[in-house]
């Protein structure tokens, strides 16, 4: 059981958007204002696509955006498309004796 | 150009120890912010965050698994070994390794490699 919770699965049309929440608790997600959000494509290995909560890396669509509200982090995705389909996880630092800890994915599929 | 490259062994047998390198380029570890970590995903399944090492040669590991796990840094050659004793079927798995920076985010990532646990 992952240490934060969040949807198996979302599903949008192309041009829609989309939100994957990440509920964690006051000890990672509600202290720190270190959420990161990680886009996986079959095969692939992870990529960065949101850090500190909200901030994108140099090369990141502005379709992706992230939030936070008390414990719930949330990536949005606007104007989907059918590169977006693929997993989304997301990331908290948890203080320094957890230090980190992972969601259980969401598949994100764009009809 | 920041690259990472897991190597170790495909296949190891249960209770075997398994020793896994990363190596690096594009940074050093011995800057102020820069860490070096690990991550596994057994097919199928979740990302699972192992151990970390930093710049000052601090070490975490997962709680539930650090009593088998060594993380540690050759600094002059680039590298990062982790070693997980006791292998189990269950820790069959792609492992990554990942540099963590102090915004708290895994940016870079290598490419994984995967290990089987089976006698």
């Known amino acids: 059981q992952s240490a934060l919770t969040q949807p198996a699965s979302v599903s949008g049309s192309p041009g829609q958007s989309i939100t994957i929440s990440c509920t964690g608790t006051?000890?990672?997600?509600?202290?720190?204002?270190?959420v990161s959000w990680y886009q996986q494509h079959p095969g692939k290995a992870p990529k960065l696509m949101i850090y500190?909560?909200?901030k994108r890396p140099s090369g990141v669509s502005n379709r992706f955006s992230g939030s936070k509200s008390g414990n719930t982090a949330s990536l949005t995705i606007s104007g989907l498309q059918a590169e977006d389909e693929a997993d989304y996880y997301c990331c908290s630092y948890a203080g320094s004796s957890t230090y980190v800890v992972f969601g259980g994915g969401t598949k994100l599929t764009v009809l | 150009q920041v690259t990472l490259r897991e190597s170790g062994p495909a296949l190891v047998k249960p209770t075997q120890t398994l020793t896994l390198t990363c190596t690096f380029s594009g940074f050093s570890l011995s800057t102020s912010g820069m860490c070096v970590s690990w991550i596994r995903q057994p097919p199928g399944k979740a990302l699972e965050w192992l151990a970390l090492i930093d710049w000052d040669d601090d070490k975490y590991y997962s709680t539930s698994l650090k009593t088998r796990l060594t993380i540690s840094k050759d600094t002059s050659k680039n590298q990062v070994v982790l070693t997980m004793t006791n292998m189990d079927p269950v820790d069959t798995a792609t492992y990554y390794c990942a540099r963590y920076y102090s915004g708290g985010a895994f940016d870079i990532w290598g490419q994984g490699t995967m290990v089987t646990v089976s006698s």
């Open positions: 500190e909560g909200s």
């Open positions: 006051s000890s990672d997600v509600g202290s720190y204002n270190l």
